[in-house]
């Protein structure tokens, strides 16, 4: 489920694509694991860190707000 089976890696947001869900390439160990969704009035991020273990989960009441959140959750925890 977490290798690289498409995509190019050119959008650092985006990443690869693996088995149902999406790879960020991290330089400094192992790559993040994340899932998303959107629909009219919700949004929702789910990424995993198998450096640290760490599982984050942001839910939103807006279609378009949970990104910016989880970049500011992996600059400061990550």
């Known amino acids: 489920m977490f290798f690289k089976q498409s995509g190019d890696g050119k959008d650092p947001e985006e990443g690869y694509y693996g088995y149902g ?3 960020i390439d991290n330089p400094d160990g192992q790559d993040y694991v994340y899932m998303q969704g959107i629909d009219d009035g919700v949004s929702a991020i789910s990424e995993y860190n198998p450096n640290n273990g760490m599982i984050t989960v942001v839910l939103s ?5 949970v990104w910016s959140s989880m970049r500011k959750v992996r600059k400061e925890m990550y």
Request: aromatic residues 24%.
């Open 61 to 65: 009441n807006y279609g378009d707000n």
């Open 21 to 23: 869900v999406w790879i």
